[in-house]
Antibody, heavy 119, light 105 residues
Framework: QLRLQESGSGLVRPSKTLSLTCEVS??????????WSWIRKPPQKGLEWIGY???????SHNPSLKSRVTISVDRSKNQLSLRLTSVTAADTAVYYC???????????WGPGTTVTVSS | VLTQSPATLSLSPGERATLSCRAS??????LVWYQQKAGQAPRLLIY???NRATGIPARFSGSASGTVFTLTISSLEPEDFAVYYC?????????FGQGTRLEIK
């Protein structure tokens, strides 16, 4: 059974870099055809798609986050990573990773990890 | 842009729930529905507008008419009270609606 688990910095100072990892277990992050997404949910707001690592190995991110986002995969560790630079309070959210099946949806999610941006 | 309505829906167990998601432009049938309960990750319910995901009860159904998509829960169970999001997978970037909160009346 595929399982995802997010981890990383829970408290980040403003203007610093947020770093998260998503460990994939019960399956391979290199599985043919699988892409992997990051999504976040700010307090009292809805879901926001951050970006993904396409199965071909090409990352893409939401243009609204400009060039602050870096998504990468470490296949040797079966991990997906997210880096978000120059954070502000608006980046405070629960961050999720998920397997992305495109038109078939995000079908497996991690439990999420809370990130607070505060001085 | 996806616009969900109503923002909040108050119903009783056993009643029928109808949630709407309107797309500002064509997304074909690439529309997905998720359920999120407090403190939990979202759960995939419906993909391709009308196909139930694995393990989703038959009381959940999705339909489409042009750019208006509907999630119907035929008879509400206590565990169905949650927030529901739609997401389009046709246009870049993939985007979510703002959510509909289904609460117990």
């Amino acid at each position: 059974q595929l399982r995802l688990q997010e981890s990383g910095s829970g408290l980040v100072r403003p203007s610093k870099t947020l770093s998260l990892t998503c460990e994939v277990s019960g399956g391979s992050i290199s599985s043919r055809g699988d892409s992997w997404s990051w999504i976040r949910k700010p307090p009292q707001k809805g879901l926001e798609w951050i970006g993904y690592m396409f199965h071909s190995g090409s990352p893409s991110h939401n243009p609204s986050l400009k060039s602050r986002v870096t998504i990468s995969v470490d296949r040797s560790k079966n991990q997906l990573s997210l880096r978000l630079t120059s954070v502000t309070a608006a980046d405070t959210a629960v961050y999720y990773c998920a397997r992305d099946r495109g038109r078939y949806g995000l079908d497996v999610w991690g439990p999420g990890t809370t990130v607070t941006v505060s001085s | 842009v996806l616009t969900q309505s109503p923002a909040t829906l108050s119903l009783s167990p056993g009643e029928r729930a109808t949630l709407s998601c309107r797309a500002s432009q064509s997304v074909g049938s690439s529309l997905v529905w998720y359920q999120q309960k407090a403190g939990q990750a979202p759960r995939l319910l419906i993909y391709d507008a009308s196909n139930r995901a694995t393990g989703i009860p038959a009381r959940f159904s999705g339909s489409a008419s042009g750019t208006v998509f509907t999630l119907t829960i035929s008879s509400l169970e206590p565990e169905d009270f949650a927030v529901y999001y739609c997401q389009q997978r046709s246009n870049w970037p993939p985007s979510f609606g703002q959510g509909t909160r289904l609460e117990i009346k």
